[in-house]
């Protein structure tokens, strides 16, 4: 797959199409997420669903968006 260019937003902060800045638990999420971040993880278990999530480093290190609807997809502009 071609590398595609990161978007301009950081990485600990989700396009708003995928996590909503109402989101009723959406500090909880970020703070897992960057926590994530922080331990240098591949992703993190969302504290709303319990699914495994992956982290916008992660995303970023395939060098590609899957066009799978990824919550912190850097490739979305």
């Given amino acids: 797959?071609?590398?595609e260019?990161?978007?301009a937003r950081p990485l600990r902060e989700?396009?708003?199409d995928r996590l909503?800045?109402?989101?009723p638990r959406r500090a909880e999420i970020l703070a897992a997420h960057?926590?994530?971040l922080a331990r240098n993880e591949m992703g993190y278990s969302?504290?709303?669903t319990g699914l495994f999530?992956?982290?916008?480093?992660y995303l970023a290190e395939r060098d590609y968006c899957c066009v799978k609807g990824?919550?912190?997809?850097p490739y979305v502009r």
Avoid at 20 to 23: A, F, K, P, T
Avoid at 70 to 73: F, K, N, V
């Fill in 34 to 36: 960057d926590a994530a």
């Fill in 70 to 73: 990824c919550r912190h997809c």
């Fill in 14 to 16: 989700p396009h708003p």
């Fill in 20 to 23: 909503s800045l109402d989101h």
């Fill in 46 to 48: 969302d504290p709303a």
């Fill in 1 to 3: 797959m071609p590398t």
């Fill in 5 to 7: 260019r990161l978007s």
């Fill in 53 to 57: 999530v992956m982290t916008a480093a």
